[in-house]
């Protein structure tokens, strides 16, 4: 690509059901472990630079057109951690 990403995965780990702190705590140890384990070489996003721009691109986009702000949960947090690592 003419950017310098290239197309990978995003984290295996699943954010669905994160209600709590120690939840999504728990969550970004998992996410760790799975960058730890083959997220370096295979995420889109394994660049402290191109994660953190995957999570602005989330974080500003409007997904299935939503207009209004969204309340901020830890399953909000967890999603765009997730997002952030394989968004493009």
């Known amino acids: 690509m003419a950017d310098g990403y290239e197309t ?23 996410v760790l472990d799975d960058y730890r384990e083959t997220g370096a070489a295979e995420w889109t996003n394994s660049t402290l630079e191109h994660f953190l721009d995957g999570l602005a691109a989330f974080a500003l986009a409007r997904v299935n057109d939503q207009t209004e702000r969204e309340e901020p949960t830890w399953q909000l947090f967890a999603e765009s951690i997730a997002a952030a690592s394989g968004y493009e």
């Open 8 to 30: 990978g995965r995003p984290t295996d780990e699943i954010p669905s059901g994160i209600r709590t702190r120690d939840e999504f705590g728990e969550y970004l140890l998992r």
